[in-house]
């Protein structure tokens, strides 16, 4: 059973001030395997980020279903996709949006203060530090965002999204605001991350370089996967 699976998924959005409905997905079809590394690549205005949104449930589709490690999204109520969020998905934007009066590693463990059944303090701690050990920033504990290089701050996010053990990071053009070398290796990062803890990687990027290291390659092109 793959991990995600979309069926036959479109979604439109109001114009403002209009009646008018601009379709942003149409009729997606998508399986995504558990271990697996996929790049959804397409122009500015396709419907990447739209679909990335409703693969990390904080978007829901006008039609088609969604089932996500065996549960249809549509029958979750809301409390349950908050649960599913924290649990099994991990999020990386373009922008770290770190918190900026925390440090590196209270802000890793931020979305640890979201699980149901939140383990130890020393557990969280002990894993939170072999993470940040594992992307060289085991010196970095105490420091604050702004001490960090844009890079740094990209890997704490990476560590910020793996904290919780989720099944499957979705990274929104994560290398966007990175300079090509940072860009390059923050790739590698997450592959290596990826390929080492078993978990799935959906990346959204403009970059063909990039996408070509995934394991799979899908290109959008004005709401339609091809």
């Known amino acids: 059973m793959p991990l995600l699976s979309l069926t036959h ?10 009646d008018a409905a601009v379709s942003v ?6 399986d995504i395997q558990a271990g697996e590394s996929v790049a959804i690549v397409g122009p500015s205005g396709c419907g990447k980020s739209t679909l990335l949104n409703i693969l990390g449930t904080l978007d829901s589709p006008d039609a088609g279903e969604y089932v996500f490690d065996g549960e249809s999204i549509a029958a979750c109520p809301v409390t349950r996709l908050a649960e599913l ?3 099994k998905i991990g999020f990386i934007f373009q922008l770290h949006h770190l918190m900026p009066q925390c440090t590196v590693l209270e802000n890793v463990l931020l979305p640890t203060l979201a699980l149901k059944s939140r383990p130890a303090a020393a557990v969280l701690r002990q894993r939170a530090e072999s993470l940040l050990a594992s992307v060289g920033l085991h010196d970095r504990l ?27 990071i979705l990274a929104d053009e994560p290398t966007g605001a990175l300079d090509e070398k ?3 290796a923050l790739t590698t990062l997450l592959l290596d991350l990826q390929k080492t803890t078993g978990i799935s990687l959906v990346m959204v ?3 063909p370089a990039q996408a070509a290291r995934m394991g799979r390659v899908l290109t959008m092109h004005e709401g339609s996967l091809h």
């Open 9 to 18: 998924i479109s979604k439109s959005y109001r114009e403002p001030g209009s």
């Open 25 to 30: 997905l149409r009729d997606i079809s998508l």
């Open 85 to 87: 969020r924290s649990e």
């Open 142 to 168: 105490a420091w604050k965002p702004a001490q960090l290089s844009g890079g740094e701050r990209q890997r704490v996010a990476v560590v910020r999204a793996l904290i919780n053990q989720p099944k499957v």
């Open 182 to 184: 940072n860009a390059e």
């Open 205 to 207: 990027t403009h970059h």
